[in-house]
């Protein structure tokens, strides 16, 4: 049978063209659910206060960049959202005397506006809010070298390749409304993709690239980065890709409540634990990555319950 039309964007793919009992399955869980979800290679993980997720969620970076040597130099992926755990990174590294000289740090993204990433002189450049909130904090005596630091914002390339000469101990990361991580949105609904979206195996392949972004990843941006106002934000975006991310010792997921909703954070964890891939929900695609954690801020988890405002 075909697939349903998408609920948000008819000439797009994305989770509301699945199997509707599928949709309904993960609608139910629990939060116990959740946990029971866990499995070799996908931990799922709780904590019961903001300052615990954020502070464990920056310790992931300090963890990251205390194994960092000259002959080993180990780097992070990082994400702007969530952005909470940034300025806590910069105070634990100065807290700590944390040397980064031989720490790396990868932004995920960057938009794209006329074909160039935008320049870290617009108020909406990713790269500008890491060394806003992060970087610029450090102390220049600890401070990880500029040639350390890699935006998807030149050559892409070239981008792509420092993970073949930096081991990248980490990519953490949020889950958008149209499930992805980064900007791996889903497909738009032509040409070969039609009647199916690209294959797991096909997406999988996809490197760092510059994508048409998803309306709905529009929207959501809008609403988290520029008071809803939509014609801000632009239509095309840098990334990093699977084939990056496969590189990835290990993928960290956070869940803080207020990006992705709880609907979206069960129906990914479903997908991930039940090993149920499928690129119209790209984040289901970690379920083939073999060491992958979803944290969840517990008071975030709202219900998936009818309630009338």
């Not at 009992?21 to 946990?35: Q, S």
């Not at 992705?260 to 964890?269: V, Y």
């Amino acid at each position: 049978m075909p697939r349903p039309i998408s609920k948000l964007a008819e000439g797009w793919w994305d989770f509301t063209t699945l199997d509707p009992h599928l949709l309904a399955d993960a609608a139910a869980l629990t939060a116990r659910d959740l946990e029971q979800l866990a499995r070799p290679g996908f931990e799922v993980r709780f904590y019961d206060t903001v300052e615990e997720f954020y502070c464990a969620e920056a310790l992931e970076y300090i963890s990251a960049w205390r194994r960092a040597t000259p002959d080993n130099p180990v780097g992070v992926c990082g994400p702007i959202g969530p952005t909470e755990q940034l300025p806590l990174v910069a105070r634990m590294v100065n807290a700590l005397g944390l040397d980064l000289r031989n720490a790396h740090f990868w932004g995920m993204d960057e938009w794209v506006i006329g074909g160039k990433p935008m320049g870290e002189d617009h108020p909406l450049s990713f790269a500008r809010c890491d060394r806003q909130l992060c970087f610029d904090r450090i102390d220049p005596k600890l401070a990880m070298p500029v040639a350390n630091i890699h935006f998807p914002n030149r050559d892409l390339a070239a981008y792509s390749a420092t993970y073949d000469s930096v081991r990248c101990a980490l990519m953490q990361g949020g889950q958008g409304e149209v499930k992805h991580w980064a900007f791996n949105d889903p497909f738009p609904r032509t040409g070969a993709y039609a009647d199916s979206p690209p294959s797991v195996a096909e997406f999988r392949k996809l490197k760092a690239r510059v994508v048409k972004l998803h309306p709905i990843t529009l929207m959501q941006n809008a609403r988290t980065s520029g008071g809803g106002n939509i014609a801000l934000i632009p239509g095309n975006a840098a990334t990093v890709g699977p084939h990056e991310t496969w590189k990835a010792e290990r993928v960290s997921i956070w869940h803080p409540g207020h990006h992705d909703n709880g609907f979206g954070t069960r129906l990914t964890a479903l997908m991930i634990s039940k090993r149920i891939m499928d690129s119209a929900v790209p984040m289901s695609l970690l379920a083939d990555h073999p060491n992958v954690a979803f944290s969840y801020l517990r008071p975030g988890l709202s219900d998936v319950s009818v309630e009338m405002h």
